[in-house]
Structures are given as structure tokens and as C-alpha cells.
């Protein structure tokens, strides 16, 4: 399963492949100095596992363009937010014309001067305003690529979040599947600790045998439960984070609760006995039967087929703070995006645009079981695997994290707090207070700023009814 922290992955150290007219060679990278040929591309692409997939992409295209040749590396990085291979590549002057990125570090990477805007190319290219070209892909992942009043990529793909249940154990424990059923809505956090109430077991000395639920691990996390609450992470209108709210606070303290509740440390024993570090994927608390809720993406459908087929299991919403509240999810997703000395020439405009565009998701979509951005194929009922519909639907009241230019500051800060709340090592008091500080100055060195327009707003451009089932 890929991890969602990291960028890239390698093939291995200086691995790369060159696609020209559907045959493989290999390739180098372009010496210091020298002219670019603008009917060569040369991408930094997906992880290594997926590398393959990518390849049908690249064939496909050159099919249709065998006069361009596009040459695809996969370049290590070492997790969120990390910049230090196309910092080193820029400066190098090594860069490559088109670069998979997480699309959370679009913005972050545009403040520093990293990537290019591709409004020019839009406008050249396309014939069209760049507001009018991104409306075809789903606003919150072209917000995730705007910055300063310019776009800086395509948004490649999106992940809501969901909850999966091992149904053949809430049945054994007599839990109400009424409650279950995604049909109903969200259960509430109420109605969730009654469930573990009525599930989660101990042994004498306290050791755990079997758990509901653990609000910290896989996609959940304090940053999650504080969108699920509505907080702000910023203010347009003051230009300034805002992690010291008592909106914030307020979540931070319910989830110390929640921590002292469950008690860290012999649930993270129980993780350490049933899902060890460095497990093979067919080893989870989740698919040993001893974990009824599982926090997870729809890439967690392939896994439910690739290692439990045998598991009956099925995906709702995730809680929510009050009974009757309408469902929640968060997405994120990747992006191609264009770093500062690439060739801006108008194969490489072509073959960014078919990639994250209708055709390039069509082909990629389906087999790594993500949710296209682009509408189009949305759309399309071979543009994604329909066994993660439930996911798809959840675009439509999906959140996604606030595209800052300190965005890694703001998803460290908020995963520190989250460790030192599990390890009850400091107040939410002081821990709201020590994020807002550690934060908020680099951020008031780019104000003023303001989200884009509309953000955290319904797409008027996409309707998820109008996806075919």
C-alpha cells in the first residue's frame, strides 16, 4: 500500500526509462548547459509501484505523437512536503519539464519559487482563460494548485476517506447494523463509543483482544477530526493562522480524552502485536479479525481484494460530532506540475494536458483505484473502478486541507501535537499555543495572501448526481 506521506518513490538510485514511439532505452540526464530539444519531455513521475500503469500513459500518447519522446524517471524524496531533489535539479539546472508532486505542496512549492505558472501556456495553447480551463477538474484540487493569483498544475487524482467495517464481526457482536449502513448517514461519536463499549476486549492486566477503533491510526488523525469540526486553520481576512482557537483547543481536548479513554500505550501494543512494523500488507489488526472500524482511503478496496478477499466488508461514513450531522470526508491527491527551467515548449504542454486530462485518467484511474479530478472522466463509467463508488460519492461534501505556502508547517505541527497528545506529555493548552508559534510567523512572511475563491465551497461545476452509476 503506498505511503500517502511520501512524494516518490524510486525504481533505484538514477533509474530511468525513455518511451519513444512505444520502445524502452534507457536515458541520462541533460548536462548542464545544454539547449533543450522541445519535442523531448522529461518527467519525474508516479512511485515505482505504479510505474508500469504510467508506461501505458506514455505509450498511449506517443502513439498519437511519435514525433515527441518523453523520458520518465522515478526520483526519490523523502516524504511531505520534501523539496531537496527539485531544489538540487533547479539549481542544477537538471530539472525536468513535468513533475509528480502531492498536490498539497503545490502552493508551498510555488511561494518558494520552485514551479512554473501555467496560465501562459493555457492561454497560448488553449485559447481559453485559465479560470474557464481548470473548471474542467474538480475545484477543491485546482485550489490546491493556486497561488498568488496563478495556477502552478493539473490535479492528477483525488482520495476521500472512509470507514470500513469487518461486517461478519459486528454481526458476532449483536452491534446494530443499522447503524452501519452508509443509507443512514454517519453515526455520531456517541453512538461510536457505544459500539466500542459493546466490542472492544480486554484481558485481566488490560491487554487488548480485539478494539473498535483507533482514532490515530491510518487516515485518522487530530488533523482529520479537526476539519470533521469545522475548525479553521486560517483567516483570509486577517491573513493568519489560526491553530490557537478555541475551536481548536476545543478539539484537542476532546481528543486527549479520546487517547486517555482508549489508553495509548496498550493500544499501541496491540498494534505492535498484531500489525508489527514493516508487516507484509496481508498483516493488519484490521484483517486479522481483531479490529472492527479501519479509517482508509479507496485504495483500501485493491487491498481488501488483493489480501482478505475473503472478508466481508463494507464502507460508511466517517463518525461525526453529533447525531443527524451531515457525512464528512477529507481528500488530498497528486498533481503534475511544471518546476522552474522546464522547457514550457508545446509537446510538453500536450503531454501534461493528456496525462491529467481526460485520457491520461482513464487509463491510470482504474487500476490503482483513486478518483479522477478531471470531470470528464468522473463521468466516464470506465473512467474509475466502480467497486469504490461510496468514495466517489463522497466528493460531494469532500474537504481538503487549506492550500497555504506553509503547508508543511501546518501538517507537522498538527502531527506533532497529535504525538504529545498520545503520549500525554503536554497540556492542549499549551500544544494549541505552541503550533500557532510554530506556524504563523513563517506564514505572515507571505502575507498578505488569500485562499482562492470559493474555496471550502460546493463545486458549481460538478454535481456528483451527474455521475453515472
Known amino acids: 500500500m503506498i505511503n500517502r506521506r511520501t512524494l516518490l518513490k524510486a525504481l533505484g538510485a538514477g533509474a530511468s526509462v ?14 548542464v548547459g545544454e539547449e533543450r530539444d ?32 518523453i523520458q520518465v524517471s522515478q526520483v526519490p524524496s523523502n516524504g511531505q512536503g520534501d523539496a531537496s531533489s527539485v531544489i538540487t535539479a533547479v539549481r542544477g539546472r537538471t530539472g525536468p519539464d513535468i513533475y509528480f508532486l502531492d498536490r498539497f505542496n503545490g502552493a508551498q512549492f510555488a511561494s518558494l519559487g520552485l514551479l512554473e505558472p501555467i496560465d ?9 482563460s485559465p479560470e474557464e480551463f481548470m473548471s474542467g477538474w474538480v475545484k477543491f484540487a485546482t485550489d490546491e494548485l493556486y497561488y498568488d493569483g496563478h495556477y502552478y498544475g493539473l490535479p492528477m487524482d483525488t482520495d476521500t476517506r472512509g470507514m470500513y467495517v469487518n461486517m461478519d464481526l459486528a454481526r458476532d457482536a449483536g452491534i446494530d447494523l443499522d447503524l452501519l449502513d452508509p443509507e443512514n448517514g454517519p453515526m455520531s461519536y456517541d453512538q ?17 483482544e480485539r478494539v473498535t477503533w483507533i482514532p490515530w491510526d491510518d487516515q485518522a488523525s487530530l488533523l482529520m477530526w479537526a476539519m470533521a469540526n469545522d475548525v479553521d486553520f486560517f483567516s483570509n481576512e486577517e491573513c493568519k493562522m489560526l491553530l490557537d482557537t478555541q475551536e481548536m483547543l476545543d478539539v484537542a481536548t476532546m481528543y486527549r480524552g479520546w487517547v486517555e479513554r482508549l489508553d495509548f500505550h496498550r493500544l499501541d501494543a496491540f498494534k505492535a502485536t498484531y500489525q508489527p512494523p514493516n508487516a507484509p500488507p496481508t498483516q493488519t489488526s484490521f484483517f486479522s479479525d481483531r479490529q472492527l472500524f479501519q479509517i482508509s482511503g479507496p485504495w483500501g478496496v485493491q487491498g481488501q481484494a488483493d489480501y482478505k478477499p475473503d472478508m466481508d466488508y463494507q464502507v460508511t461514513h466517517l463518525p461525526v460530532p453529533n447525531e443527524g450531522d451531515d457525512p464528512f470526508t477529507w481528500a488530498g491527491g497528486f498533481a503534475l506540475a511544471m518546476p522552474k527551467g522546464a522547457s514550457m515548449s508545446k509537446a510538453a504542454w500536450d503531454f501534461f494536458k493528456f496525462y491529467a486530462g481526460y485520457e491520461g485518467q482513464k487509463i491510470m484511474m482504474p487500476q490503482i483505484s483513486r478518483i479522477p479530478t478531471n470531470i470528464e472522466t468522473v463521468k466516464d463509467p470506465e473512467g474509475w473502478n466502480r467497486d469504490i463508488s461510496f468514495f466517489v460519492e463522497l466528493m460531494a461534501v469532500a474537504k ?10 501546518l501538517w ?50 460538478f454535481d456528483v448526481s451527474d455521475v453515472e452509476e
Open 18 to 31: 525513455t518511451i519513444a514511439g512505444g520502445s524502452i532505452v534507457g536515458c541520462t540526464n541533460r548536462p
Open 192 to 208: 461510536l463509543w457505544e459500539i466500542e463499549e459493546q466490542f472492544s476486549v480486554q484481558d485481566k492486566r488490560g491487554t487488548y
Open 38 to 69: 522541445p519535442n523531448v519531455v522529461k518527467m519525474w513521475g508516479i512511485w515505482a509501484s505504479d510505474a508500469e500503469k504510467e508506461m501505458e500513459v506514455v505509450e498511449a500518447f506517443t502513439e498519437q505523437n511519435p514525433d515527441v519522446k
Open 400 to 409: 481538503s486541507r487549506p492550500p497555504l505556502p506553509v503547508g508543511t508547517k
Open 120 to 128: 501562459g501556456l493555457i492561454e497560448e495553447h488553449e485559447g481559453m
Open 412 to 461: 507537522d505541527a498538527m502531527f506533532t501535537m497529535q504525538g504529545s497528545l498520545n503520549q500525554g506529555s503536554d497540556t492542549p493548552e499549551n500544544l494549541v499555543k505552541e503550533a500557532q508559534a510554530y506556524v504563523d510567523p513563517t506564514m505572515q512572511q507571505f502575507c498578505p495572501i488569500e485562499l482562492p475563491e470559493g474555496f471550502g465551497e460546493p463545486d458549481p461545476n
